[in-house]
């Protein structure tokens, strides 16, 4: 049954609709061994008139994709999450920029959508358009964790108004002035299995011991505990994961995890310098780290 739920969705994102209107906005991916996933990210925004891809030395088909998708390729080397897509608008021939991760897609609802408003938004001196998005997770959408369903993502906005912050990850976008909502869903083929969430967790919590390295944050070991326990209680209640089930509390417990992990390898990386140069090393060789 989910496997028909999963097809089902998928044949409508490809299905072929005809010709829209472009509309003056550049959309801005930034990309590294997505062959699996930039092309249904690109046709999802058939509406702009330009597509970027911002590429960090794919090993794969990526960038030859792309570009057959109606994409301009431009090789970049890493810059981090957020200076990468500051990157990125700096390259854009319009104003008004949609950024979009190559395993994310907007649904045919929301494409509509934005259809009918885009010109009202583009004309405005509003600063981003807010999107939501919805994942997958284990093989279908998720229903009711609030982390992974209707969550809150300015995807869209005006370069001179808007900008992202430069961490090494978890970046988000820093404005202010009017926005616009767009309710309908894209949606985050968030990863394929789970030995892809725990190997990109392994990745984020890398950057983030990194960030709170360079910030001196101090390392409180005796708090890992109770950081595990409140942090799977607050996903599992209070974020409603409990209601998608077995997958919800899959989805909790690697939230609990990595808030540990990441925690963990901070105090290894205060503790024990080279275990950062060690540890960047075997990312490297697992092609995890860029």
Known sequence: MAGGVEF???????????????HPISLVVITYNEAANIARCLDSVSFAAEKIVIDCGSEDDTRVIAAAHGARVVEQPWLGFGAQRNFGSTLASHDWIVSLDADEALTPELAAELQRRLPDLLASNA???VLFRTAWFMGRPMHWYRSMVHERKPRI?????ARWSETRVHESLQYQ??????EPPFMHYLNPTLVHHQLKYLRYAELKALDWREQGRASRPYGWPMVFVLTFLKDYLLR???L???RGWAAAYMAADYAVYKRMRHYEMRHFDRSVELGAAELRAHKLQR
Not at 8 to 22: C, H, T
Not at 157 to 161: D, L, T, V
Not at 177 to 182: D, K, L, Q, S
């Open 8 to 22: 089902r969705l998928e044949a409508q994102l490809k299905q072929a609709m005809p010709p829209q209107p472009m």
């Open 157 to 161: 906005y005006h370069r001179a108004r």
């Open 127 to 129: 600063a981003a358009g």
């Open 244 to 246: 998608d089930g077995a």
């Open 240 to 242: 409603l994961a409990a």
């Open 177 to 182: 002035g009017a926005e616009a909502t767009f």
